[in-house]
């Protein structure tokens, strides 16, 4: 079976910058998997993430970053937002919703841009994720806007995983949460993700949160340019 | 019986200068005559001329008398002015007309006006039919009613007036009624350029 | 397109407060637009349909505009009388078929009052060549002395029915002193409404108009003169002076001939004017100050739009976190474009709607008052065909502003991806 996520090769380069940014020979995420990626601020990381999301595109040599075996490099720039409508979910470190949209209408809204996410998430299911992530029904039709941080960042996590998305990226959703709230949330996710079926890419700079993941790497080392920067 | 004091010399020179010429008034380019006088729906395309009937002389009679010659002062000159105007008023039509298909370009009098536009207007052969020039004989007046009340016209702009010719005569005083054209397709008159 | 139209309206309504004043310009401009074209039509079709079958019309030498102005609008006032001789001369002109003096200069409570003969019942008309009808009651006959018809519009503003008695006043009858108080008038009939200046007249027959000035001079009572109402009928009644004079002629094409013989009147300074040629010149004057005003409008409308542009480019650099959730859950650089041009477009249609319904209402509270004053009648009620050109000029341009902020916001959220800069 293909791996969920396949990196081959990858060469990018900062625009301005002299030496190339990131450089990785391989990495592979299987379909369910969970990986944790360790790596410091200004280690790449926010790169990779878009580049594993379809939002860059590698722009040395001809390395590739294929999702569900569909390289992002052989696609246009339309068919490279719908397949990741299709099939990826995304939680930022913190603003993760839109302040004018009801929390019910921010989890729904993948599906405003994939047919395939609303039908497979099917009637219900934004509802029955926040009920999984511990959101009272009460809030659902409240204005995003008036959520704490922590329940936020729950919501994100519902949003990203409506309609099941194969693959999950997570860009340090935890470092604006304190310890409690951190460990109920990654409690939550990593079950809900569980139950999904979806791969998880958790980028992060908090080792204390590396014995969850099933996979561990660490960024500086899987990336060569950082190595030789150093 | 009213009476018109006498003109103006200018003016009275100049309607004797018409009426000397009267078929040949033509204040607008009539370039188009030189192109086939059958136009598109079967409209015979005339000049102002050929609504006067051939030998129609008002100024007959009037030739022997030194007509240029008389002093305003002079009451034969009022007289001759008098003459003019009926003779001009009754001037006959063409029977030969009554019944024909014609299109004929002249200036637009409203008459009428209703809310969906102009229903009838005067067609006359030149400019400001008004005060400073005589106003025409009756057979270079022609009433048209438009098959459709028209908008966007104003006083004195150019038109072509296609339709079918009546010559109507009526018992009033002011002998024959003239030209009537009937239900007529109006478009605007564009010079050729010249 | 379509999740984003949602989407837009409710980003819209989140910032409706600081959007709240583009809103309003908006809705100035398209108040304004709507409103000039709308009163400019229904003056043009009140005005031609004022007088219908009426030849010429006769009167001292002034301006062909003025004398159609107060002869059929009763706007204005005239400067000089012409003689009643010369209208009679003029009733017997080969080419007239009939003549219908009037005679203006008194008022009743407001209304203008015309002295006329019995024939401008028959040969008056308006609109598509309708003629005058009586709702209750019958003309004045001959002499039909101190007897009164009333406009539809006099007796519905003023509540008269038949029997009513009515004083007329000299002048504008501000001061009561001009009151031809010892001379009474009965209402005997009341016409049906025309939606023509005619609704707001007062008519009174010659003979009682010069009955009623009998002893005044120079347009001032004399104490010394005074004739009681019972002993008017002693006097000589003919009118020696009156306003204008329409006429009908038996032959339309003979109007010019007619008109030139009036111009060169011997007897006194004539002028003779075609209707439809003077409202001609009339709209000729009239359209430079529309077209000012239209212009004026339009340039509203351009700064509003402009103002919308800049507001929501202002509020863009706020928003690039919004741009990049967007791009996350899967909206391309193109839905953005989409998205701000069409909060532009709901910005717009608030702005249109409130217009056009605050348009709607001035001009229903505006009608009676012109109607009564001017004898214009506005239609509050269906829009013209213009009108709803205006509103697909004024939405499509506040779309096609809005493609600015959306360009925008294009290229952010393709330099900015899930990573923006703020």
Redesign the interface.
Same mark, same amino acid.
């Given at each position: 079976m293909t791996a969920a996520v396949q990196v081959r090769a990858l060469r990018h380069t900062w625009p301005g910058a002299s030496t190339p940014t990131l450089i990785i020979d391989a990495l592979d995420v299987d379909a369910g998997q969970t990986l944790f990626l360790r790596g410091p601020s200004g280690s790449g990381k926010s790169t990779l993430l878009a580049l594993l999301a379809g939002v860059l595109v590698a722009d040395g040599g001809d390395g590739e970053v294929r999702l569900l075996d569909a390289s992002w490099r052989a696609m246009s720039a339309a068919q490279r937002d719908r397949h990741r409508a299709d099939h990826l979910g995304y939680i930022f470190q913190q603003f993760n919703l839109l302040p004018y949209l009801s929390v019910i209408d921010n989890v729904r809204l993948p599906c405003r841009f994939s047919a395939r996410r609303r039908q497979r998430a099917g009637s219900g299911a934004a509802e029955r994720l926040l009920e999984r992530m511990g959101m009272d029904a009460s809030l659902w039709h409240r204005a995003a806007g008036v959520l704490s941080v922590g329940q936020q960042q729950r919501v994100a996590a519902a949003r990203a995983l409506i309609g099941a998305p194969e693959v999950v990226l997570a860009d340090e959703p935890t470092s604006a949460l304190d310890e409690d709230l951190r460990d109920a949330f990654m409690t939550l996710l990593l079950e809900r993700c569980a139950e999904a079926g979806s791969a998880l890419v958790f980028v992060s700079h908090d080792a204390r949160l590396a014995p969850r993941f099933s996979r561990r790497v660490d960024l500086t080392t899987l990336n060569a340019a950082a190595t030789v920067a150093a | 019986m009213? @009476?018109?004091?006498p003109?103006k010399p200018s003016t009275r020179r100049a309607a004797l200068r018409a009426l000397g010429a009267c078929a040949l008034v033509a204040g607008m380019p009539m370039a188009a005559r030189a192109q086939a006088a059958a136009r598109p729906g079967g409209y015979t395309e005339l000049r102002w001329d050929d609504l006067v009937p051939k030998g129609w002389d008002p100024t007959k009679g009037m030739r022997d008398r030194n007509v240029a010659g008389l002093p305003d002062s002079d009451p034969r000159a009022g007289d001759l002015m008098r003459e003019l @105007?009926e003779a001009?008023?009754n001037a006959p039509t063409l029977p030969a007309l009554d019944g024909a298909a014609i299109k004929l370009p002249g200036y637009l009098?409203?008459?009428?006006?209703?809310?969906a536009g102009?229903?009838?207007?005067?067609l006359?052969p030149y400019f400001g039919?008004?005060?400073h020039t005589?106003?025409?004989p009756?057979n270079q007046?022609?009433?048209v009613r438009p098959a459709r009340p028209l908008t966007g016209y @104003?006083?004195m702009d150019t038109v072509w007036a296609s339709g079918r010719l009546r010559t109507s005569r009526?018992q009033?005083?002011?002998g024959t009624?003239?030209?009537t054209l009937e239900a007529a397709l109006i478009d605007r008159y564009v010079a050729a350029p010249r | 397109m379509t999740p984003l139209l949602g989407l837009a309206a409710r980003s819209a309504w989140n910032r409706r407060f600081v959007l709240a004043l583009v809103v309003a310009s908006i809705a100035l401009s398209t108040f304004l637009l709507l409103g000039i074209e709308r009163i400019r039509q229904d003056v043009r079709a009140s005005f031609s349909q004022a007088v219908s079958g009426t030849d010429l019309i006769v009167g001292a030498r002034t301006g062909s505009v003025q004398l159609l102005l107060y002869s059929v609008f009763r706007i204005g006032q005239a400067t000089q009388n012409m003689r009643y001789a010369s209208a009679q001369a003029l009733a017997g002109h080969r080419a007239v078929a009939w003549m219908v003096p009037l005679s203006l200069g008194d008022s009743h409570r407001g209304f203008p009052v015309l002295g006329t003969s019995a024939a401008y019942f028959a040969h008056f008309r308006h609109g598509n060549r309708q003629s005058l009808s009586l709702s209750q009651g019958r003309a004045f006959g001959a002499p039909g002395l101190f007897e009164v018809v009333l406009g539809a519009e006099v007796a519905r503003r003023l509540g008269y029915a038949l029997g009513q008695p009515v004083v007329i006043s000299h002048g504008d009858g501000a001061l009561t002193a001009n009151d031809h108080a010892d001379k009474p008038f009965t209402v005997v009939g009341v016409l049906a409404p025309t939606g023509t200046p005619v609704d707001r007249t007062v008519h009174i027959s010659l003979e009682s108009m010069e009955a009623i000035h009998l002893d005044w001079v120079a347009g001032v009572p004399l104490p010394g003169l005074k004739v009681p109402a019972d002993q008017v009928t002693q006097h000589d009644l003919a009118p020696r002076q009156i306003t204008a004079v329409m006429l009908g002629l038996k032959s339309r094409a003979a109007v010019f001939s007619v008109q030139r013989d009036i111009q060169s009147w011997r007897d006194e300074p004539l002028m003779a004017i075609l209707p439809g040629v003077a409202l001609d010149e009339l709209w000729d004057v009239v359209g430079l100050g529309e077209r000012a005003l239209l212009a004026i409008s339009a340039l509203v409308a351009v700064v509003s739009a402009a103002g919308l542009v800049a507001v929501v480019l202002a509020g863009l650099d706020a928003r690039r976190r919004e741009l990049a959730i967007l791009r996350a859950v899967g909206a391309s650089p193109r839905h953005m474009l989409a998205l701000l041009a069409l909060e532009g477009g709901w910005v717009t249609l608030a702005g249109v709607g409130t217009g056009a319904v605050l348009h709607t209402v001035a001009l229903a509270l505006l009608a009676p008052w012109a109607q009564q004053h001017f004898g214009l009648v506005l239609n509050a009620g269906a829009a013209l065909a213009t009108q709803w050109g205006l509103i697909g000029a004024l939405l499509a341009g506040g779309f096609l502003a809005s493609l600015v902020p959306g360009w925008r916001a294009y290229r952010l959220s393709l330099a900015d991806g899930l990573s923006p800069r703020t």
């Open positions: - | 009213f @009476r018109s004091p003109l @105007r001009w008023d009098v409203p008459l009428d006006e209703s809310a102009i229903t009838e207007f005067l006359v039919a008004c005060i005589p106003p025409p009756a007046i022609v009433l @104003r006083t009526s009033s005083q002011m009624s003239g030209y | -």
